[in-house]
C-alpha cells in the first residue's frame, strides 16, 4: 500500500528496469518466413512487404547464410509455384525435385543446423488458390489431409526438421504423423498452425505467392475471428493427433487467444506475426507515423508477453540487427 509501496523505484533507471523486466527479446525467439522462387540471381521485392524478398535459390544460399550469423536458427519456407505447375490435387507440392524439395536440400547443405520447418498446405500449388482440393466449390477434407501426409513425407525426405502444416483441414495432423511414421520419419516434428483465423491480414502474403483464392473465401476451414473457444479445441485436438508445437495466427489481434492457449497447454506455443501486420508498420512508418523500431520492438514484445516460445516474423532481421 501507498506510500510504503513505491512502484516508480523500480523504474528509477535503465538498470534496475532491466533487472527487474519480466522478458526479454532474443534471436532464439524467432522463426524466419522466406519466400522462395525459381530462376537465377532472383531477388524480388514483395509489393505490399517493403524490404521483404522472393529469392531463387542461387540467393536463398547467402540469406541463411547471413541469417545463422545473426544467431537466428530456424526458417519457415515457402515456395512460389508457377502457374503452369498447378493444378487442382497439388501434384506438384510431392515432386521430389520440386522447389520446395530443393530448397530444403540447398538450406541443410550450406547451414546443416538451421532448423527447417515447410508450409504444408495446397494453396501455392492449387489452381483455384485454395488450401485443398475443390470439387464442386466445396474444399474436400480427408483427400486434401492425405495429400498433405504426402507432402510432409517428401519434405522430410529431402530433410525438413519440422513440417508446418497451415491448412487446417480435420484431422490433417494424424494424418500426417501416420504418413511420417510409415516412411520411418519418427524424429520429423509438426508444428501445427493449430488456431489460424480466417484473416484479413494475410492480404501481403497471397501477393507474395500468387496464392490468393480464385473463388470464394478461406471461412469454411480457417477459423471464424469471433470465437475464442475453438481456438483451445482446434489446438487440443491437434495435441491429441501429434502435434509438437501448436501456432496461433495472426499475432498482434490475437493475443487473448495466445495466453488462453498458453494457459492450457504444455507444448511450446508460436505466434505468426502475418503479413498485414507488417505491411502496417511498415506503411505507417514510411509516412513518418510512427517510429518504425521503436513500434516494431514493442510488438515483438506484447506477442512474446501473450506466452508466445516461437514467433515467426518478417521483422525477425531487423530486430536481432536492433538488439544487437
Ligand atoms: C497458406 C498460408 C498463409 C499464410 C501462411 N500460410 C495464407 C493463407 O492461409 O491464406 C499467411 C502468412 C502471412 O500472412 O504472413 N496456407
Redo the contacts with the bound molecule.
Sequence with gaps: MFPLRRNRRLRTNETIRSIVRENVISPDDFLV?LFIVEGYGVKEEIASMPNYYRYSLDLLENEVKELWQLGLKAVLL?VKVPDNLKDNKGTEAINPNGLMQRAIKLVKNVCPDMLVMT?V????YSSYGH?GIVENGIILNDETSAVLGQMSASHANAGADFV?P???MDGRILTIREALDQENFINTGIMS?SA?YA?A??????D??D???GFGD?KTY?MDPANRLEAIKETQMDIDEGADIVMV??GLAYLDIVRDIKNEVEIPVAV???????AMLKAAAEKGWLDHDAVMLEQIMAIKRAGANII?S?FAKDVVKLIG
Excluded at 201 to 206: A, E, H, K, L, S
Excluded at 272 to 278: D, I, L, N, R
Aim: aromatic share 20%; no cysteine.
Design positions: 518466413p515457402f508450409d498446405a495446397l494453396d501455392p488450401d508446418a497451415s491448412d487446417m498452425y489460424k484473416s491480414f494475410y492480404g501481403p502474403f497471397r507474395a505467392l496464392s490468393a483464392p478461406k480457417q495466427k495472426p505468426y506475426q502475418v503479413s498485414g501486420e507488417y515467426a518478417y
